[in-house]
Each structure stands twice: as C-alpha cells, then as structure tokens.
C-alpha cells in the first residue's frame, strides 16, 4: 500500500521518492541519526542519478550532524532535492528541510526551532544520583540572561555575578558545551542553506533563518507553519489537492503500522499469558522498490516484586532490518 502510493505521488512530483518517517511513541521513541546514511546509500543506489529526489518527512527531531550528512549524500545523486512534509519535521528534520530547495508542505506541516540540548553531569536537585543527567537547553540558558537582565535589573557590569552563581549549580564545561552546541547549529544552518542559496546576494536572508530558527524563536516546540516558513525566505510550496491527500494517506498508514496513535499497553500484550512477544516498528526508511524498518523485538512478562503483581518489559534487540 506505501509503495503504491510512492509510485503515486512520484507520478505528480515527477521525482523519485524516499520516505523517512521515525516514531515518537514511548517507550519505543526514535529520533533521526547516522546509522540511516548506509540505508539510504543503498536505496540511492537503487534509484541511481536522477534530476530530482524527493524526500517524504516525519520526525520530531534527533542528531543535529545527520542532517548535513543526509542532504550531501542525496545531492551526489540528484541535481535538485525537495521536502514532502505532511505534518511534523522537528529540530532536527527542520535541519534536514532547509537543506533541499524547495520544501512542499501540507495543511498540518510544520518546522520547528533547532535548540540543542546537552546533558549536565548529574541533576543537582537529586545529587545522590550521580548518573542522572539534566537536559540543558541553549535557549533556557539565554533566557536566563535576559531574565537577569530584563526583570531584575541586572547590568552589564554585574552579569558576571550573574555568571559565576550559574556555574555553581552547572558544571562550567557543561554550560560550554552547551555554548558550543548553539554555535554548532548556527554553523550547520547556515551551510545546509548556502547548498542552494547565494552567499552573496543571498547573504541577509540566510542570517535572518539562521537567526530566526537558532535563537529568536525561543519556545523549543512552536510550529513554524508553511506560512511562516515561507516568511522565513525559506522556498515553500503548496501541493496540489491530490498529492497533498496522497501525502497524508501515506503518514496515516506509516502512523498506523508504527502505532503512534495508540499507547502501548503491555497488559493487553499479556493477557492471561506469564509471557509474550512483542514486534513494533520504530522507524521507516521506503522508495518504490525497497523498505526497511527499525524493529523492537521484546517480551512481556508478570514478575512478583516486594510481594507485588508487576508486568515486566523487556527489549531484547532494537535494529534496523530490510523487510
């Protein structure tokens, strides 16, 4: 059923068409990373040289370096990459987006801010818990500065004051690898754009996205709309009826196969077994000849602990796998 509506909807966009679509369903959540690059080396293998590949999008996000990989990778194969974006390309697959040149969006499609996040050594309100990490995101850092500065009445004199009592509940080399990470992006943004804009006459808008989607735009999670997008200076295209149904008929069956919509209930796994499988599909890389699937393999099983009835879950092997 995905492969016809591959050949489809690569009919209408006269294009050879790629689908990645990555799972943001707990506890079997995936998110964009460079074990894909050798996947789709073997389905642009397949297809071969081709004047434009079109790559079908949903993902929440992930590694911020897969992205710049991705996109050189399908330029060796094609002379013109396009976005097919039915709902979500988040941080990460945002990156993947402003790297082709032009990026088709439907009704629901939807960008989003890249603000990497980095992991403190341990979370200082539980410091017994030494292997337990905080998340710290490059944007609450900012916000933090602006808030010492906008509502406290901090000045510039004194923010190093302001400075130093941060680095006493986060680690220095913790705040400067998260300083890092922000340039990074910056950094990556800036040259998955310059792969099909101008450096010079196209030199202020490129700072504008690049500011836009790093920084001024400061709620990790806002859904940057076609519109806005299009605002951005980023090349946006509205589908045509038809293939915009194509589109999301397509998200819908990979939603579908992969359960998103559906909380995994390891109970109903059991029923009145002590043990059971369990297969679930993480991830999805497909063209019109070929499908691999990012596969959770496990058993559920009811355990007695401290004299309690418990459903333990176990994953016994996660792997992509051609199918």
Not at 48 to 63: A, C, E, M, P, V
Request: charged residues 25%; proline residues 4%; negative net charge.
């Amino acid at each position: 059923m995905t492969q016809n509506l591959i050949s489809k909807i690569e009919k209408e966009r006269n294009s050879k068409v790629i689908t990645y679509v990555t799972g943001d369903r707990q506890p079997f959540v995936t998110k964009v990373a460079d074990d894909i690059i050798p996947i789709f080396a073997k389905h642009l293998e397949k297809i071969g040289k081709q004047n434009k590949i079109s790559l079908f999008l949903y993902t929440r996000g992930g590694d911020m370096i897969t992205p710049i990989r991705l996109i050189k990778l399908i330029r060796s194969y094609a002379d013109e990459i396009e976005m097919l974006i039915p709902y979500r390309a988040h941080s990460a697959g945002t990156l993947i987006s402003i790297g082709a040149d032009k990026i088709v969006m439907g009704k629901l499609g939807e960008l989003s801010p890249v603000d990497p996040s980095t992991g403190h050594p341990f979370n200082p309100e539980n410091p017994l818990n030494k292997n337990q990490k905080m998340e710290i995101s490059v944007e609450d850092l900012n916000s933090y500065f602006l808030l010492a500065k906008e509502k406290a009445g901090v000045k510039d004199d004194q923010m190093v004051n302001v400075f130093e009592d941060l680095t006493t509940k986060i680690h220095p080399l913790s705040l400067g690898n998260a300083y890092r990470a922000t340039r990074m992006a910056k950094q990556i943004t800036q040259k998955l754009l310059l792969m099909h804009f101008d450096a010079i006459n196209d030199k202020e808008k490129i700072a504008n996205i690049v500011n836009e989607i790093t920084g001024d735009i400061c709620i990790h999670g806002y859904p940057i709309t076609r519109d806005e997008a299009s605002d951005l200076g980023l090349n946006v295209i509205e589908p045509e009826t038809e293939t915009e149904k194509n589109l999301w008929e397509l998200f819908e069956i990979y939603s579908e196969k992969m359960e998103l919509k559906k909380k995994f209930d390891p109970v109903a796994i059991l029923g009145s077994q002590e043990i059971a499988p369990f297969k679930f599909y993480g991830a999805f890389i497909e063209s019109a000849d070929m499908t691999d699937g990012f596969v959770f393999n496990g058993k559920v099983r009811r355990i007695i602990k401290d004299n309690r009835a418990n459903i333990d879950v176990n994953v016994e092997s996660s792997t992509w796998e051609s199918i």
